[in-house]
């Protein structure tokens, strides 16, 4: 049986008492207010569906994504760019906001002011760390009842992905006009496209040159690939000095990635970023007669999906194979 009492000219507080489950106590501006709750919360133990939101309605999204940061972010791999998410979810609006008072309304005003200031891409990135939080709350932190409020909200439109290639004479002026450290990178991302992270963690004993391979035992998919060398990259390989803690590349990826967009300002060339040689070097593969799952092994594409930009498949082709 629910108990009501006037708390001040401003505060009822309810307390349930009941067999079984634990005292459920809350406050309200209202008399009204608090009759409403005590009628729902006996009515859902009453039909056997009650879950104790308490945990839920005393911690704030700050403290969570706190236990996030400490708990779940350091077994990722971008974990520093997650890092900077929580710190912007935390000096949010919502940020000292209770886990089980968020509302999708709340999420989708977030949202809105976000994209005036930030892409899509970047907004989306932290809409989907929210809602990996209220899941790991809700399945390992004993708030079996938090409803994820960012399911209830329209996503960000994800702008369409880029198809920018090379265009005539590029290649040939970023070779002949790049620092002699960034040579190597750019070479190889033609080469064996892979990615610029994937390339500056490569060391000499993931490189086999008898068997023509490089071997990348963590990637962005969390699946290890092996890599086929062309002839070009293999010579490319044997030009590079060795050092003592078996780093192929000193580049970061941060670093690498601003001396080629340095280079590419320099040169005059539109649009272009580093990731776009691993477009390029995908499309070359499709252009050199390699089916899509021979090149999904070598660029470590998950799905013919994630590969279907590269092809251009014509209709009057794919007769003629028909026969």
Not at 53 to 74: D, F, G, H, N, V
Not at 140 to 154: A, C, F, T, Y
Not at 284 to 299: D, H, Q, W, Y
Request: with cysteine; proline share 5%.
């Amino acid at each position: 049986m629910a108990s009501i009492n006037k708390r001040g000219p401003y505060q009822w507080q309810v307390k349930i008492r009941r067999k079984g489950y634990p005292l459920q106590s809350k406050t309200f501006e209202t008399e009204e207010d608090a009759k409403k709750w005590a009628r729902l919360i006996e009515s859902e133990m009453d039909r056997g569906i009650f879950v104790c939101q308490a945990e839920a309605e005393k911690t704030t999204l700050e403290e969570a994504l706190k236990r996030y940061k400490r708990e779940i972010t350091p077994g990722k791999k971008g974990k520093k760019q997650e890092e900077s998410r929580i710190n912007i979810l935390s000096r949010s609006p919502l940020g000292p906001r209770y886990l089980a008072s968020i509302r999708g309304t709340d999420v989708a005003k977030y949202r809105d002011e976000r994209l005036l200031e930030r892409s899509p891409i970047t907004v989306n990135n932290e809409l989907i760390l929210l809602s990996h939080l209220y899941t790991v709350a809700k399945k390992e932190w004993g708030m079996e009842g938090l409803r994820n409020p960012v399911r209830d909200i329209r996503k960000p439109k994800q702008p369409s992905g880029r198809d920018r290639r090379l265009r005539p004479g590029e290649e040939e002026r970023l070779l002949k006009h790049t620092p002699p450290r960034l040579r190597p990178l750019i070479v190889l991302a033609l080469e064996t496209a892979m990615r610029l992270g994937e390339l500056v963690n490569l060391r000499w004993e993931n490189i086999n040159l008898a068997r023509r391979t490089a071997h990348l035992p963590e990637t962005k998919n969390d699946s290890a690939r092996t890599v086929p060398l062309s002839t070009s990259a293999i010579k490319e390989f044997k030009a590079l000095p060795r050092h003592l803690d078996g780093q192929i590349f000193t580049y970061s990826a941060n670093a690498a990635s601003i001396a080629f967009s340095d280079l590419v300002k320099k040169q005059e060339i539109e649009n272009l970023r580093f990731h776009d040689l691993r477009h390029e070097a995908t499309s070359r593969l499709f252009e050199k007669g390699l089916n899509p799952m021979e090149v999904a092994s070598i660029t470590g594409h998950k799905t013919l999906q994630m590969l279907k930009r590269y092809t251009h498949l014509r209709a009057e082709d794919l007769a003629e194979k028909l026969g």
